[in-house]
């Protein structure tokens, strides 16, 4: 399941349902929006009165609703969305952080957490993928 703030659902939401449907997309980029629409998604907005792609709403507490989740059987869970990501590290509801790097340059950009308390990370893995993404791994150490 991913877990979306609003302005990370729209963006992907603009992109990834069609993106298979390019002749001139890369393998990856197929294989991705197919996972992507076929993935149940939660995505916390009080401002959305509705989203598609397999996505439900959730208008309540985000908070409240994961801590909910978590406590289920099931899979793991994605978060997108900095401000979403940020306030469930503080809350600890995170076990584990995968951070993808894209071999891009920016001279400006958002901060990826927010964060008001210290999380302690040991990692786990490190990949790298033909298209120059890295991906590092890291789990949560209890305090």
Same mark, same amino acid.
């Given at each position: 399941t991913h877990l979306y703030g609003r302005r990370m659902y729209e963006q992907m939401a603009a992109f990834w349902p069609t993106a298979d449907e390019d002749p001139s997309a890369?393998?990856?980029?197929?294989?991705?929006? %197919?996972?992507? @629409? =076929? +993935?149940? @998604?939660?995505? &916390?907005?009080?401002?959305?009165? %509705?989203? =598609?792609w397999n996505? !439900?709403?959730?208008?309540?507490?985000?908070i409240e609703e994961i801590t909910r989740l978590k406590a289920q059987p099931g899979?793991? +869970?994605?978060?997108?969305?900095?401000?979403?990501?940020?306030?469930?590290? =503080?809350?600890?509801?995170?076990?584990?952080? !995968?951070?993808? &790097?894209?071999?891009i340059l920016l001279g400006d950009g958002k901060p990826m957490f927010h964060l008001h308390n210290r999380v302690k990370l040991t990692p786990v893995e490190v990949r790298q993928f033909s298209s120059g993404v890295i991906l590092l791994r890291y789990r949560r150490v209890e305090a």
């Open positions: 890369p393998p990856y980029v197929v294989e991705y929006a %197919r996972i992507w @629409k =076929d +993935m149940p @998604k939660v995505v &916390f907005s009080k401002s959305l009165d %509705r989203v =598609d996505a !439900r709403l959730v208008q309540g507490d985000a899979k793991n +869970m994605g978060i997108g969305g900095a401000e979403l990501a940020s306030s469930l590290a =503080d809350a600890g509801l995170i076990d584990e952080y !995968r951070l993808y &790097f894209f071999p």
